[in-house]
């Protein structure tokens, strides 16, 4: 019986034209011979051919049942359904592609946005137990004493193990291109703590925490493979480390990274020896790091060590204050999270959007293809055999569509790495994430399935005959509409809601161009010059070595002036010195005034081009021997001399508690500055002091160059690295960086939200548009016999166009009115990313409802017109 | 329609048409007839119905079917049973058969 019915199968789908003309004849005998019987008892030959049409039920109808029970049918037609599918989309092109293209935008942008915060947030870290990761801050975000870090790890009990990080940026020389590298000095707790077994060798034990034992590093497998070529025998051999040996006991897997928020770059890792300044309780330099011990919440850890800092601070008055336990992930990603979410939310609205849009699109062909289902209905069309050819099409447009959207996705997850914020974390661990396509790819072919269905299902309650007699528009055709509209207005919400948010976006990012920098950042090319591993470096030799360097620097010719800091605005790090102004009571320890501490050569300011309010600028007359000078900031003058003169008054930067009075390095204020920004874009001004290099030498092993150039400074950093080479080889040259570009970083995350946010918004506008353009399209068309007798009746053509304008508006009103409000209540979720606006801002919000107003006129007026146009006489003919 | 009935109707009207065919070959209309005038009225068999009964029966093998002349000289497709087609006879009339008594016993249960 099975080999029968194969046969028969094959017999199907191959002699497919001989089996459809002999079924037509079979029943078209039954027929003929059933009239032949009704003629025979006595029938007239017309009423007996009727009589047996009639009985018989439509000779289509009878092939189709017989057809349907075939063997082979369900593949037959679903192949045929397929084809047919393809025929209808390909003959209305313009309809498919926007269908595809609105499921591929939505199902791409979502894929992206959704494994990025997979990838970002949600993933845990690459650590053992990672959840059970903290991190010891001041204020949540600052460094610690290494007196404090000693106190804690012996007092408290919350945590199973604690160790400190150094930032350390050595010099390697003594191979073929001395280079400057990212690194740590850290306890020998932390590499065991993260549970990341070394790829080769070990990590360095408790007794490399000796002053003098030091010397050992693991390597990063970047630089193993960089510097080494990836020889497995690397493990003892010596490098040579700002001018000292170290040698390799461990290289770490690939793909290890530490620390995960700050110096993230490291590739070197080595023992940190306190040593003497174990004791210290300034010099704020340690990172903390600690895994909370087993049973102990992150509330329990919080209490201890603020019970702990407390007690401390009773008895070293001034210190302990405002450490912060944080968890480690939540410091990696915590700063990102607010953007991440809000454009997820984005990119879930801009699918809504796409799916309201393609459901438009399949309604209003349903409606339009109204007639065609009647007619194949009446044909012997079945229900079910409906109901797979409207699926067919929707698989088919949500297939393409989820393609199409696979392929924006892959691309723009390369994008968001490539173009993306600078310095967002783990984004080079961002993949396209299975489960999120799958997800948005059901949610597509859902839309297509739900309202692809929609005219077959109603083909199969109406009547076949009364749908052709009403020439296709169908019974509930309302309710449809009412559907439609429901659409346009969530879409209009939806859209107005993307629009407030890039709105702010936008303003926030006008905002952060308009703050003055205090400096002019066009044409200012910096490098960081490090003197660690040079001889030059040796106390006393490194002032001439800076001051011929500037000279040689001076001298290449694009070079307009030239100056050198410790740390550039912006980039790197800000040292805090606490001062003591001469006349004033001495303030109790740790509330002294702290100001920001920078080291300066003279041209720093003229070619920065910070202007000087007051008094002077550094000058080449601040040598060593002279008395002893500093530049301020116009916040510190008005903070401390509000109404004075600040110029000739003097402060300390020694303790008076401390140090004798005789002793004191008195520092006079010889001028004024304005206002920089310090390490971030945004941030209030606060106090700043700039000194004389020459007369505080040797305080940092590197300095940043700054150079103006009178072209695009860029071309210039060659010859001015090969002018300080020519001063010494032994040096290294790193971070070589326009000023432009480092205020382009500072505000990338903003402009990056901005542009997203703004080409999501574009997005939803014109879907928008495509939406209501349809929907006042259909109602129009509905409404001709309508306008017709009210045109017949004495209605102008101005009424006829309000009247659907009218009925165009009231739909987007209702959305933006509706968006309004749910923006009102999501902008707030954007608090922390928008800067110089307010997240419920009403102009924004305004604007965003009247750019949609406008749209919407525009996309209505076209059917309105076209309402104007009918002629009643037609209209009413029609009929 | 719980499938449980479509089987059993499915299953009768098969039967139906097999025991029409039992005879001699005859064509779709004369299969009807048969039937109507075997149950005298109270089974009409409709084209709807018949055609894809007949077409699954030979698809699975119970049936063979020919082009022969009627007898007011139509061209039309004759129907006869194969040996499995009578096989399958056999077998739906013992079914039935089974079936009735458990039915006629449950009825006259008191």
């Known amino acids: 019986m099975v080999l029968s019915r194969l046969t028969s199968l094959l017999r199907n789908l191959l002699d497919q034209q001989r089996q459809e003309r002999e079924l037509d004849r079979e029943v078209r005998t039954y027929e003929l011979l059933l009239a032949d019987e009704k003629i025979r008892a006595g029938m007239s030959p017309c009423e007996a051919h009727r009589q047996a049409r009639l009985e018989l039920g439509g000779v289509e109808q009878v092939k189709e049942q017989v057809r349907e029970m075939r063997a082979g049918h369900l593949l037959e037609t679903l192949w045929q359904d397929l084809r047919f599918g393809l025929r209808m989309l390909r003959k209305n092109l313009a309809f498919t592609l926007l269908a595809v293209l609105a499921l591929a935008l939505g199902v791409g942008a979502s894929s992206v946005m959704f494994s990025a915060v997979d990838s970002i947030l949600l993933r845990p870290l690459p650590y053992r137990s990672a959840d059970r990761l903290v991190v010891i801050l001041n204020h949540g975000r600052g460094p610690i004493a290494p007196a404090n870090y000693v106190d804690w790890k012996a007092q408290s009990k919350s945590f199973e193990t604690m160790g400190a990080a150094e930032y350390w940026t050595p010099d390697l020389t003594g191979v073929d291109r001395p280079s400057r590298l990212w690194a740590l000095r850290m306890t020998s707790d932390i590499l065991p703590m993260l549970g990341v077994p070394a790829m080769l060798g070990r990590f360095f034990a408790k007794e490399e925490e000796q002053g003098g034992h030091e010397y050992e590093v693991v390597l990063s497998y970047g630089l193993w493979q960089r510097q080494f070529g990836g020889d497995p025998g690397v493990l003892g051999r010596q490098i040579s480390l700002d001018g000292k040996s170290y040698a390799i006991v461990g290289v770490m897997p690939a793909g290890f990274k530490f620390a995960p928020f700050w110096a993230t770059k490291a590739e070197l890792w080595a023992p940190l020896a306190l040593g003497p300044r174990a004791t210290q309780r300034g010099g704020n330099s340690l990172r903390i790091f600690a895994r909370l011990a087993p049973g102990v919440g992150l509330a329990d850890a919080r209490a201890e060590l603020a019970t702990t800092t407390a007690r401390l601070e009773q008895q070293y008055p001034g210190t302990n204050r405002d450490a912060q336990v944080v968890p480690l992930k939540e410091k990696v990603v915590g700063r990102i999270r607010p953007a991440l979410l809000t454009m997820q939310l984005a990119v879930a609205f801009v699918l809504l959007i796409a799916c309201a849009n393609v459901a438009h699109m399949l309604l209003a062909r349903g409606a339009a293809r109204a007639g065609e289902v009647a007619v194949r209905s009446a044909l012997g069309a079945g229900r079910l055999r409906l109901l797979q050819q409207f699926l067919a099409e929707s698989l088919i447009l949500a297939t393409a569509g989820g393609i199409l959207g696979l392929l924006l996705a892959a691309g723009g997850i390369r994008a968001l790495v490539v173009f993306g914020p600078a310095d967002v974390p783990r984004v080079d661990n961002v993949s396209l994430d299975w489960r999120v396509t799958l997800f948005t790819l059901s949610v597509s072919t859902l839309t297509g399935v739900i309202f692809g269905l929609a005219p077959a299902r109603r083909a199969a309650r109406i009547d076949p005959a009364e749908s052709l007699k009403e020439g296709g528009r169908s019974g509930d055709s309302t309710a449809r509409h009412r559907t439609r509209s429901l659409l346009v207005v969530t879409e209009f919400a939806l859209a107005l809601m993307l629009l407030a948010g890039a709105g702010l976006m936008l303003r926030t990012l006008l905002a952060l161009q308009a703050i003055d920098p205090g400096f002019d950042p066009h044409n200012v090319l910096t490098m960081v010059v490090s003197t660690s591993g040079s001889l030059v470096s040796a106390p006393g030799h490194s002032d001439g070595f800076y001051h011929e360097m500037l000279d040689q620097v001076r001298a290449v010719p694009s070079v307009v002036s030239a100056g050198l800091t410790n740390h550039v605005p912006l980039a790197g790090d800000i040292w805090g010195y606490p001062f003591w102004i001469e006349g004033q009571s001495i303030p109790a320890p740790g509330d002294e005034p702290d100001a920001a501490y920078r080291l300066v050569f003279p041209g720093y300011f003229k070619t920065m081009a910070m202007p000087i309010l007051r008094g002077r600028p550094i000058e080449d007359s601040d040598t060593a021997t002279a008395p002893h000078v500093v530049v301020i900031n116009e916040y510190l003058a008005r903070r401390y001399w509000p109404d004075q003169d600040p110029i000739g008054k003097r402060f300390t930067l020694d303790n008076p508690a401390k140090v004798a009075a005789k002793k004191l390095n008195w520092l006079t204020v010889v001028g004024v500055v304005k206002n920089v920004v310090r390490s971030d874009w945004t941030a209030l001004p606060e106090e700043e002091i700039f000194l004389p290099y020459s007369q505080n030498a040797g305080v940092g092993p590197y300095m940043t160059l700054v150079a103006r150039t009178s072209i695009d400074p860029s071309p210039s950093a060659e010859p001015i690295e090969n002018a300080i080479w020519s001063v010494d080889r032994d040096v290294t040259i790193s971070e070589v960086q326009t000023m432009s570009a480092v205020i382009a970083r500072a505000n990338s995350q903003a402009r990056f939200d901005a542009v997203l946010l703004a080409t999501f918004a574009a997005v939803a506008l014109v879907m928008s548009a495509v939406g209501i353009y349809g929907v006042m399209t259909y109602a129009v068309a509905r409404r001709r016999h309508e306008i017709g007798v009210r045109m017949a009746l004495g209605a102008s053509r101005a009424n006829v166009l309000a009247n659907i304008l009218r009925e165009g508006m009231a739909l987007a009103l209702a959305g933006s009115v509706s968006g309004i409000l749910g923006g009102l209540i999501l902008s707030r979720l954007m608090a922390t990313l928008l800067y110089g606006v307010r997240p419920g801002d009403p102009l924004t919000f305004g604007g965003a409802a009247a750019l949609l107003a406008i749209v919407a006129l525009a996309a209505c007026y076209v059917p309105a017109r076209d309402a104007t146009h009918v002629d009643p006489v037609v209209a009413l003919r029609h009929e | ?110």
């Open chain 2, 1 to 110: 329609m719980s499938p449980d009935q479509t089987n059993l109707l499915q299953g009768t009207l098969d039967m139906m048409i097999l025991k029409a065919l039992a005879l001699s070959e005859m064509h779709g209309l004369g299969i009807s007839r048969r039937i109507e005038q075997i149950t005298q009225g109270t089974f009409q068999v409709k084209p709807g119905s018949l055609f894809p009964a007949l077409h699954r029966m030979e698809e699975q093998g119970w049936l063979v079917s020919h082009w022969g002349e009627s007898d007011n000289s139509r061209r039309a497709k004759y129907y006869k049973l194969t040996s499995a087609g009578r096989r399958q006879l056999e077998a739906e009339t013992r079914r039935w058969g089974r079936i009735a008594l458990a039915i006629t016993r449950t009825l006259e249960a008191s």
